[in-house]
């Protein structure tokens, strides 16, 4: 059978339905401030749509928070998931090929922009960045396809120095992040990059994961539509 690897995509104002979430959800979500309870419910909606429309799963399966952060299904026979989000936009990815990491930014001014690039990217990176006519894009890119990486190996934001991109090669390679309970040290990984509405995408997925479907959730028709084939750029890991 073939294997599955899948993205959806919604904002925080779209009515997601939360009747495929667990009651233990529902009363996790309650402990939370306002905000926070409003993504944490709405993105495991997206990822109980996903998960219907491929797996059909009529409910959310029980989730575990592994060490990192990394959040996997409690039955280890269902597919690799992450969650990201970022302003009003989230982003679910599945995968029955591996594990699967994920990340999406908004383009947005931060303070110390130049101040996190000096600590955390490569040499070759901080080059790069200030040729480019747009650096704030460029940045975002940049931090986008680390936190994907680093989530895929189940890493927080503490390792981000030991990954290195070369953007102009479309090639990255890490240092110590392998994490075995979700990766092999030996399989090689790929990177993909996209923009989509306004947003930059990144997915960290294992190198023989050459198909990504993408789903969009309509707000006017209240379901997961099928996109067309997301233009992504594709980074090959150099060991």
Partial sequence: MKKVTAIATATLQAELDTRRLSPALLVEAEQMGAKRAATFLAARALLAELMSQLFDCATLPAIVIHSGGKPAFVDNALPFFNLAHSGNQLLVAVSDAGPVGC???IIRARRGTSALAEAFFSAEENQWLKKQADPLTAFWQLWCQREALLKQQGQGIWSMANVSLQPQQRTFSTTSLCNKKFSNPDQDLQLYHAVNHHALLALAVPAKVNDIQLWNFSSENNQLIEAPPQ?????????
């Avoid at 233009?231 to 060991?239: F, G, I, K």
């Fill in 231 to 239: 233009d992504w750029q594709c980074y090959q890991q150099r060991r």
């Fill in 103 to 105: 990340d999406v930014e």
